[in-house]
């Protein structure tokens, strides 16, 4: 008898340590949403929605899904991505496996401001769109770079690079910008000083500075220029770097080369 009421009291003692423990853990959790705000399977984002905010936005979705899945996600991804592409505002997006055997897959976009996410999801296709991919397990807002923000510098390698200056008939220069972001301004600006000190120079017909239509293009500046001839513009690009006194935008990075004309 004595050993059947231990054995029932261990068993019980054990239950209401499981029991707590749970408890404790559930207390935790939700102590945890409502500190943060970042509930699993809860759109907290839709209340950020409602804050103001003119920085560049990073929206972030958390998915759980396994090989078998992760195909089909990304398919119902693709097709809600593209259709967020069109909207005035977009600049990138992205669907990334987790590392080795896990299974969350993370959804990002970016946005130029919160008014630009806010304006997208107000599109019946966007949100039918949405609706087709899994539940999601959480989803947050943040403002870009507003704590600390740090780009690696690339160097634009020289022109001469790439271009055949064997040619000595008239050529079409065409350079194609990535220009840093917040930096159009700027960037437009340095052109002008560009085509001011180059248009002086021996060689040199015309130039025309084209913008992207299109918020999200990776090039978001194109100039076209008419050069007598190669030398001509070698000459004229090395004397404007010894002399122009106008530092590049940083990180404006230049796609440049050289083209004749083939085809009327």
Same mark, same amino acid.
């Given at each position: 008898?004595?050993?059947?009421?231990?054995?029932?009291?261990?068993?019980?003692? &054990?239950?209401? =340590?499981?029991?707590? %423990?749970?408890?404790?853990g559930l207390l935790?959790?939700?102590?945890?949403?409502?500190?943060?705000?970042?509930?699993?399977?809860?759109h907290?984002?839709?209340?950020?929605?409602?804050?103001?905010?003119?920085?560049?936005?990073?929206?972030?979705?958390?998915?759980?899904?396994?090989?078998?899945?992760?195909?089909?996600?990304?398919?119902?991804?693709?097709?809600?991505?593209?259709?967020?592409?069109?909207?005035? &505002?977009?600049? =990138?997006?992205?669907? %990334?496996?987790?590392?080795?055997d896990s299974k969350l897959v993370l959804a990002h976009s970016t946005w130029e401001n919160l008014e630009s996410l806010r304006n997208a999801f107000s599109d019946k296709k966007i949100l039918e769109l949405e609706s087709k991919l899994p539940k999601i397990q959480f989803e947050h807002l943040f403002n870009v770079g507003t704590l600390a923000n740090y780009q690696g510098k690339t160097e634009a390698k020289p022109m001469e690079l790439y271009m055949d200056t064997t040619n000595s008939q008239g050529v079409t220069l065409i350079n194609s910008f990535e220009v840093p972001i917040g930096k159009l301004e700027e960037s437009i600006k340095y052109w002008e000083a560009c085509r001011d000190f180059l248009e002086n120079e021996p060689g040199y017909i015309s130039t025309k500075l084209h913008r992207?239509?299109?918020?999200?293009?990776?090039?978001?500046?194109?100039?076209?220029?008419?050069?007598?001839?190669?030398?001509?513009?070698?000459?004229a690009s090395k004397r404007m770097g010894e002399e122009l006194g106008v530092p590049p935008t940083e990180g404006l990075i230049p796609n440049a080369s050289l083209y004749s004309v083939i085809r009327n």
């Open positions: 008898m004595t050993t059947n009421v231990k054995r029932a009291t261990n068993f019980l003692n &054990g239950y209401l =340590s499981f029991a707590t %423990s749970r408890i404790i935790f959790v939700m102590i945890f949403i409502t500190v943060t705000g970042c509930a699993p399977q809860h907290h984002a839709f209340k950020q929605f409602n804050t103001e905010s003119r920085d560049e936005i990073i929206s972030i979705q958390g998915y759980v899904a396994d090989s078998s899945d992760a195909k089909e996600l990304g398919e119902a991804w693709n097709l809600l991505i593209a259709e967020m592409s069109k909207k005035p &505002g977009f600049v =990138s997006g992205y669907l %990334s496996e987790g590392v080795g992207s239509i299109k918020d999200n293009a990776k090039f978001q500046l194109v100039n076209v220029a008419i050069w007598e001839s190669p030398q001509a513009f070698m000459k």
